[in-house]
């Protein structure tokens, strides 16, 4: 037997429990909630439907994480579903959610947030949000262009500025986003209780039923809520870098899922208080600051600006963090570029995964091509977690008398139900919407002449 001279790269082991959580509340709570209420109305224009739906998300996201905190404490490394789909079905699936995540889940998700900040920076600085170009470079001249505008520049300097914070190191990193999610938390949970006790809004509008839902209709809502629960795995990527992953994993978990599922109850039965179900359905822009103008009056502006701020600010900061270690760990099994597998000497960061993914985003953020790429690409998150959640089937078969310091609750009902609805959610996608999932299947298997390619260099 020999062994390598050159031992695989890794990870220091340095977030607890609240630093895992943190990431989940921040990568989890970020433009969704803002602006795909209405959508979701639109689907079921029934206030106690409305409020179920969100509950059904909430619910499945909690049992999808405890399945993966099993995941994380049995297989304590970086990546995520990455790890969990290649031990279970091998790697072309571990590879293609990698893919996916690098494309769009990750980049993507970082340059569509990261140009609604300007937006709401421009009510302090106004012409943060310009979107005039001051120049373009053509790649594809009528198809493909880079634009400068005072609007990509702002969104460019977040990026960036938050990857040179996790550049150099957990420890920095770790403090910006326990104080994101902080401030985060804090101002929802200040502006539901002002709402709810000052505000001027109905209780009855949260019974109202204003049309008939279909069941269809229902999963079709329960997409666009899944995508905007998305991100509750986020502490599994990190399992590498958390302590004692057995104990805190779980804990992470736990506490970061329940904290956004009572946050999302709360805002969108705050939204029915002060909103109709049937105007919710046609509202443009934020929904949070239509209801903060009604609540507040001529200064919620100001004060929605610094929430949307900061919400949008730790959405980034938490996917800059999360997103990096799957390409690390991709690269570290040769699935990606050799360097993404390295770790900073000094900083103990996966440097190169973090500039890798930080350059594809700021791409996206110059080309105005993040938003198409993340619709059509939304029904992967169910797919692949309802494919990780049955990796942990597969593995308790696989592998019985492993030590699992974690055990989910309620095998094998629990797990299996939210396998169920995953495939459920992304069968009635392609049914009801088959341009936007077929769209988005084609760039998942585009995905598989890259493995090709990586797996040939490999085997050199």
Do not use: C
Request: aromatic share 12%.
């Amino acid at each position: 037997m020999t062994t390598s001279p050159h031992p695989a790269p890794v990870l220091e082991r340095r977030l607890g429990p609240f630093d895992g959580a943190a990431i989940i509340v921040s990568n989890v709570i970020g433009a969704g909630i803002l602006f795909t209420p209405p959508v979701i109305a639109m689907d079921v224009p029934n206030g106690p439907l409305y409020l179920a739906v969100w509950l059904a998300g909430g619910l499945l996201a909690f049992a999808g994480a405890m399945a993966y905190a099993e995941l994380a404490a049995l297989r304590p490394r970086a990546g995520g579903e990455y790890v969990y789909l290649r031990d279970a079905f091998g790697p072309v699936a571990a590879f293609l959610t990698g893919w996916t995540s690098f494309v769009a889940g990750f980049s993507g998700a970082i340059a569509a947030v990261a140009l609604v900040l300007p937006f709401y920076l421009s009510r302090f600085a106004p012409a943060a949000g310009n979107t005039t170009p001051f120049f373009t470079i053509p790649i594809i001249p009528g198809t493909f262009e880079l634009a400068f505008s005072p609007q990509t520049i702002v969104a460019l300097a977040l990026v960036w500025g938050l990857a040179f914070v996790h550049v150099r190191g957990v420890g920095p990193g770790r403090v910006v986003s326990n104080l994101l999610a902080t401030l985060k938390v804090s101002a929802f949970v200040l502006f539901i209780a002002w709402g709810f006790g000052f505000g001027t809004g109905d209780a009855e509008r949260l019974t109202e039923a204003a049309a008939p839902v279909s069941a269809a209709g229902w999963f079709l809502a329960l997409l666009a809520v899944g995508f905007t629960y998305s991100g509750w795995n986020a502490a599994s990527y990190v399992a590498e870098e958390i302590r004692d992953p057995g104990r805190n994993a779980p804990r992470a978990f736990a506490l970061g899922t329940a904290a956004v599922i009572a946050i999302y109850l709360l805002m969108n039965a705050l939204y029915l208080y002060v909103v109709p179900v049937t105007e919710l359905a046609t509202l443009q822009g934020s929904v949070l600051d239509v209801v903060a103008d009604r609540l507040i009056g001529p200064t919620a502006g100001n004060i929605m600006g610094v929430v949307g701020i900061i919400s949008l600010a730790a959405s980034v900061n938490a996917m800059t963090f999360a997103g990096p270690r799957v390409y690390f760990a991709m690269a570290r099994d040769g699935m990606f570029f050799r360097g993404a597998s390295a770790v900073h000497p000094r900083y103990r960061t996966p440097t190169v995964s973090i500039l890798a993914q930080t350059a594809w985003a700021s791409l996206l953020v110059l080309s105005a091509k993040a938003d198409a790429l993340i619709n059509y690409t939304g029904f992967a998150i169910w797919l692949f977690s309802g494919l990780a959640v049955a990796a942990l089937f597969v593995l308790r078969r696989r592998e019985p008398n492993a030590e699992r310091p974690f055990r989910t609750w309620g095998y094998p009902i629990v797990p299996g139900l939210y396998a169920l609805v995953a495939l459920i959610v992304v069968v009635n996608g392609l049914v009801r919407a088959p341009g936007p999932t077929g769209a988005g299947a084609a760039i998942i298997l585009a995905g598989i002449p890259v493995y090709v390619m990586f797996r040939r260099r490999s085997v050199r």
